[in-house]
């Protein structure tokens, strides 16, 4: 699937725009449309459905944006959540020096680096080829292209201090433009209150989940829970990120969905696997099925060093195979720095073990942009029907936007009438559609690339036995449906059954 037709498809339909867009945009942030808005919805209302209101071991919370900084101390993103950050000074472009491949030719005058900016080695190497045609054009090579080396890659973080004088960098047309590597804190800063200085410095969030630390005390004083039990969270997110790209994929305003599900220590183990299990089959009971899904245990090296284990969903996107959702088990790391930064007793004492200790944490975290974007590239597809080529979103009915359309085959004999009265019922419990203009062919189809599983056309026989023709959107099938049964069938068709 070709990324940049999904993105003029959510351009042209109504999904997603470019933010601010009339100004130019914004790099790094997007609008949901009127038909993104409700996908994405109904995916935060899937995910909340299964996760909380279904169970009874788990429970919501809605906590601000901006939180005492003290938070962000305790939860080391203060300190330790930012990125090697390398400037350009011929071009003043700016790139993360982990993703800087230097490609090293050993020539007999000395050697020739070049770097290339890749989210991966191979999206470098990709890109190698063409860099050296640019250079090669400006006369920035000491020997033509076709009579190159080999070249060796290693990042710019790697590489030794003494030779980052002689990297030519990714848009520089001579070596040594680029700057050693500085931190960049990825949290966007804000001041509270009328006065600009240090002591009223805050921090939009970077992550749900500390809000959730934060009330850990709270929730338990409640009374309501007792251990095992999670606290899940949806809610925006913000991340300066050097390189936001790929759609949705990486933005600088996001939202989350996360659980902290909290439990003793002696049985984390066994809640990791469950929800390391629970959560991948959740996405591929709606509709990642295609095989593009996969779970992926970290290496120790990868681990953080308070987790004994951390799992990705992961998703092949047409840009490369990415992160949808981690699985990490987080010990007791969150509540302990919060117990120290804080001074308050974040233990809890289990009534039916008779101890008192600091529960583990087994942490769910997604993101909604993303496995929006995961849902939209996996029900993109272009097939044939009738004898014509149609674009058509195969979204679970649960996720898709539109439940329904209501089509009166023609404007007369009462059939528009009637199609409103059915429109009128249905549009008391879901997001349908009402459209009476043009071929019924072309009507289909418009629904077909919105995604919308159901089509319903008042026609002839309706008004001689009061029955409607129902089409599904995947296959094109139809059947007969009485006027009075369609609520419930659309019912049926998109409230889950009682396993979901
Ligand atoms: N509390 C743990 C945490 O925040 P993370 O891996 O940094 O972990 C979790 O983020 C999820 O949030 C990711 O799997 C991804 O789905 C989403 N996410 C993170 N950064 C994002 C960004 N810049 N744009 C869109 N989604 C993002």
């Keep these: 699937m070709d990324m940049e037709k999904l993105v003029s498809l959510c351009k042209r339909r109504g999904f997603i725009f470019p933010s601010s867009e009339i100004y130019g945009g914004l790099n790094g942030f997007w609008d949901y449309g009127p038909l993104g808005v409700e996908l994405k919805r109904n995916i935060k209302e899937a995910w909340w459905q299964d996760n909380v ?5 788990m429970v919501g919370l809605d906590c601000s944006i901006i939180m ?16 090697p950050m390398v400037d350009c000074r011929e071009t003043k472009d700016r790139y993360r020096a982990d993703q800087l491949y230097v ?3 050993e020539l007999p005058a000395g050697p020739l680096m070049v770097a290339v900016a890749g989210g991966t080695a191979q999206d470098a190497k990709d890109s190698l080829d063409e860099r050296l045609s640019k250079l090669g054009n400006k006369n920035a090579l000491p020997i033509k292209k076709k009579d190159l080396p080999t070249p060796s890659v290693i990042t710019y973080t790697e590489l030794p201090e003494v030779d980052r004088i002689l990297v030519i960098g990714p848009t520089a047309t001579s070596a040594g433009s680029l700057t050693e590597p ?7 800063s804000t001041n509270v209150g009328a006065l600009a200085d240090a002591s009223s410095k805050a921090y939009l969030r970077p992550e749900t989940a500390q809000g959730i630390f934060a009330n850990f005390k709270n929730v338990c004083d409640t009374g309501r829970v007792k251990l095992p039990f999670g606290i899940a969270q949806i809610g925006k997110s913000f991340r300066n990120e050097i390189t936001p790209r790929n759609f949705i994929f990486r933005s600088r305003e996001f939202e989350q969905m996360e659980i902290e599900f909290f439990c003793h220590p002696s049985e984390a183990a066994q809640w990791y696997a469950y929800w390391r299990k629970a959560r991948f089959d959740w996405y591929v009971r709606h509709g990642l099925q295609s095989g593009r899904l996969r779970l992926r245990d970290h290496d120790p090296d990868e681990l953080a060093f308070y987790s004994t284990a951390t799992a990705d969903i992961e998703y092949e996107f047409p840009f490369g195979t990415s992160e949808l959702e981690g699985i990490a088990h987080r010990g007791d790391y969150d509540l302990s720095q919060h117990t120290k930064f804080s001074g308050k007793d974040l233990s809890y004492f289990d009534e039916e073990k008779k101890e008192r200790y600091l529960p583990h944490v087994i942490e769910p975290s997604a ?13 993109y597809q272009e097939d044939e029907m009738g004898g014509e080529t149609r674009t058509v979103l195969k979204f679970h009915p649960r996720l898709a936007p539109i439940k329904a359309a209501v089509f009166p085959l023609v404007k007369k004999d009462g059939m528009p009438e009637k199609g409103e009265k059915i429109y009128r019922d249905l549009k008391r419990h879901f997001n349908v559609f009402f459209d009476e203009k043009g071929a019924i062919g072309r009507r289909y189809r418009r629904q077909d690339e919105a995604g919308t599983p159901l089509g319903i056309t008042i026609d002839g026989q309706t008004l001689e036995d009061d029955t409607v023709t129902f089409r599904d959107r995947d296959t ?3 059947w007969r449906v009485p006027s009075a049964g369609v609520v419930q069938a659309v019912r049926d068709l998109v409230e889950p059954s009682t396993d979901a």
């Design 182 to 188: 500085r931190q960049f804190n990825l949290m966007f």
């Design 367 to 379: 993101g909604a942009d993303r496995a929006t974007l995961a849902f939209l590239c996996e029900a």
């Design 103 to 105: 490609f090293k030719f």
């Design 476 to 478: 094109g099938r139809q």
């Design 53 to 57: 209101r279904s169970r009874d071991d």
């Design 68 to 83: 005492n900084p003290k938070v962000w101390e305790a939860s080391g993103h203060v300190g330790g959540f930012s990125d």
